[in-house]
């Protein structure tokens, strides 16, 4: 056996695996890098459920929470109805940028792609307008909100939680509409609150069918109180988004916003979009 005189030979080879372990380690690093989801972003709140509202044509999210689908609406009840002015998501039908809006959130949004070619009859000003802030050529997203809690339909979200009943599962249905003065587009008196049904359970009369399958995933409660930075909404609610706009006549949802057990009778501001994949689930 001979042995290695040269000092620099022995070195490089007693460094040698450490070299070899530092490759590993890096390569095992940037492996758990490329599958776990990435970093928030400066400034963004964290340890957070998925947020919304949200691009539904977009699919991509890497939020981890996932609190499981809620039941069928059939099975829950209508706990409350109340509506944004513009759509507070972006889809296929409404992804015209309407701005951020003032500091409530009114005038924020995105408006339906049909607002764009109504007729003057379909602009006409109602006779009598019930809806403070709305008017024909108007968008509006509506929330269907139910809760698994006993409970009876109410003013806000508040109505969807009691003592008994402290941490619903919450769902939404979502429709955005045009408002147009015609009595041969939807009337809002037939998707209105429609009492308990035959199990006992409140219901709507109905919910739109003629609007595209809806887009369902995980996020949260909406609204401008609501930020992606420091006032995440830590409410989970399952969500089902319809991704095309119909004509809603005005004068119906005016009769609606004159009176209903929810006390609405203007439009809410809404939330600016969330974007960053780290505070969105993904869409299958």
Not at 40 to 46: D, K, P, S
Not at 255 to 271: I, K, L, T, Y
Request: aromatic share 6%.
């Amino acid at each position: 056996m001979t042995t290695d005189r040269n000092p620099q030979s022995q070195t490089l080879a007693r460094s040698a695996p450490h070299t070899r372990a530092a490759l590993l380690l890096g390569a095992l690093t940037a492996t758990a890098a490329m599958l776990l989801p990435p970093p928030a972003a400066a400034g963004m709140c964290e340890g957070f459920g998925p947020q919304t509202p949200r691009d539904i044509s977009q699919t991509a999210g890497s939020n981890p929470i996932n609190y499981g689908p809620a039941p069928d609406i059939a099975e829950m009840n209508l706990c409350n109805i109340h509506l944004h002015e513009n759509a507070e998501h972006r889809g296929p039908g409404f992804n015209i940028y309407a701005g951020r809006g003032d500091a409530d959130g009114i005038g924020g949004g995105y408006e339906c792609g049909i607002a764009q070619s109504l007729t003057a009859a379909e602009l006409s000003p109602p006779k009598v307008n019930h809806c403070s802030g709305l008017q024909t050529g108007d968008t509006v997203e509506v929330h269907w909100v139910f809760s698994s809690c006993d409970i009876e339909p109410g003013a806000g979200l508040g109505a969807c939680s009691s003592a008994a009943c402290a941490n619903p599962t919450l769902r939404v249905e979502a429709q955005v509409f045009t408002l147009v003065n015609d009595p041969n587009a939807l009337s809002f008196d037939d998707l209105r609150y429609a009492g308990p049904d035959a199990s006992g359970r409140h219901q709507p009369k109905a919910l739109p069918t003629n609007t595209g399958e809806p887009v369902e995933f995980f996020g949260s409660t909406t609204g401008p109180k609501y930020d992606a930075s420091t006032q995440c909404s830590p409410l989970q609610v399952h969500w089902s988004v319809r991704p095309q706009c119909a004509k809603l006549d005005i004068n119906s949802l005016s009769a609606w916003c004159e009176s209903n057990v929810f006390e609405e009778s203007a439009p809410h501001g809404v939330r600016a979009l969330v974007t960053h994949p780290a505070l969105l689930s993904p869409i299958q």
